[in-house]
């Protein structure tokens, strides 16, 4: 299996604009996680899938954020409009739901550099 | 709420010294506890994981982390470090309905000096 997939692997935006970042689960893993790394807050849990359905958004840290499943193999987090302090390494990671955090996966992160 | 605290920022050993990464927990339960080391832009990769029963718990690289309820700690040790494994250590908790969501330290940055 080629692991879980993010695109792209480095974003630079302006800000203002809107940023759409994208996650390939490995196959047959029905949960899907987003998390955001930054020195000040380090690695904190955005928002999770289970069966493409988002559980807990508890993390998405303002309206700007959106993220959505369409299927069980495709993710997107969307950032519009950017700011700076979004400037963040994004990673997703996929695990079978019955494992839970036992069964992760992670990606190897998009850097979004908002200037 | 379950939370980890890494006391050390930063920690300097020297190639071929032993190792030892302070993780602490909160949880009222036995919890679910992981390492995972992160390299330089890259992503994040299981060292190891301890859900219940031996308490000293051994992982890739040579790595092992005891689990002491007592302490409330699970310490990762490594007892002769390799300069390849200068990166930075997260030790984390699970968390949330069916221990799905991975709480993390703030983590610790391990330089290995020659």
């Known amino acids: 299996d080629a692991g879980v997939i993010q695109s792209p692997r480095h974003e630079v935006t302006e800000m203002g604009q809107e940023v759409t970042l994208r996650c390939k689960p490995i196959s047959g893993h029905n949960s899907l996680f987003w998390y955001r790394q930054t020195m000040m807050r380090g690695l904190e849990l955005l928002i999770y899938?289970?069966?493409?359905?988002?559980?807990?958004d508890s993390g998405m840290p303002e309206d700007r954020f959106s993220a959505k499943m369409p299927n069980a193999s495709f993710s997107t987090l969307k950032i519009q409009p950017s700011e700076p302090r979004d400037s963040a390494v994004y990673f997703c990671a996929s695990s079978p739901v019955e494992r839970g955090s036992s069964g992760y996966t992670f990606g190897s992160g998009t850097r979004l550099t908002v200037v | 709420a379950q939370s980890v605290t890494q006391p050390d920022i930063h920690i300097t050993v020297s190639e071929g010294a032993s190792l030892e990464l302070r993780c602490n927990y909160s949880?009222?339960?036995?919890?679910?506890l992981f390492w995972y080391v992160q390299s330089p832009g890259q992503g994040l990769q299981l060292l190891l994981k301890?859900?219940?029963?031996?308490?000293l718990v051994q992982g890739i690289k040579g790595f092992e982390a005891e689990f002491k309820r007592s302490q409330s700690s699970f310490n990762l040790r490594k007892p002769s470090v390799h300069w390849s494994d200068a990166a930075e250590y997260f030790c984390?908790?699970?968390?949330?309905?069916?221990?799905?969501?991975?709480?993390f330290g703030t983590g610790t940055r391990l330089l290995v000096s020659p």
């Open positions: 949880y009222g339960a036995t919890p679910y």
């Open positions: 984390a908790v699970g968390a949330g309905t069916g221990f799905q969501k991975l709480v």
């Open positions: 301890y859900f219940s029963g031996d308490t």
């Open positions: 899938f289970n069966n493409n359905v988002p559980i807990d």
